[in-house]
């Protein structure tokens, strides 16, 4: 399973990170939550960290070239009031998340699960059962 995640780049030459740091930088508002990926004999499992969210606000999916998409899209309104009259602040937080992850050929699409849970997602992805036949099948003709 391989994950496809996009790198969001700084204005700053890189050159001037390592000597300079680039601390000091406001980062931009988006956020990559967290993703772990667990292989087993049955399955593999992956975790992303979706802390605040509610399973309306997460979309997985399959595409037809074995792409896992998980998407989140929220929209969040806080309202705060100052303590300067009647004025009253309104705060939009927006996130969006994309993580695309291919994945490998021996997985059984028709039985994968996904769970939230105490702002974790969670997705079994089964492996297909093998047989293997030690006698070859014999046909008959008839």
Request: with cysteine; net charge negative; aromatic share 6%.
């Amino acid at each position: 399973m391989t994950p496809t995640k996009q790198q969001t780049q700084s204005w700053l030459p890189s050159i001037f990170n390592d000597f300079f740091g680039n601390e000091w930088i406001t980062k931009n508002r988006s956020t990559v939550p967290a993703v772990n990926i667990m292989e087993d004999e049955k399955r593999y499992t992956v975790e992303v960290a979706v802390p605040g969210l509610k399973k309306e606000d997460i979309n997985i999916r399959i595409d037809d070239n074995s792409h896992l998409i998980i998407t989140v899209d929220t929209k969040k309104e806080k309202e705060e009031e100052t303590q300067k009259g009647k004025y009253i602040r309104r705060e939009f937080s927006c996130s969006q998340f994309r993580q695309t992850l291919l994945l490998p050929e021996n997985i059984d699409e028709e039985e994968i699960e996904a769970k939230q849970e105490n702002g974790l997602l969670t997705i079994h992805i089964p492996k297909k059962k093998t047989v293997e036949n030690t006698e070859p099948k014999k046909i008959q003709i008839k």
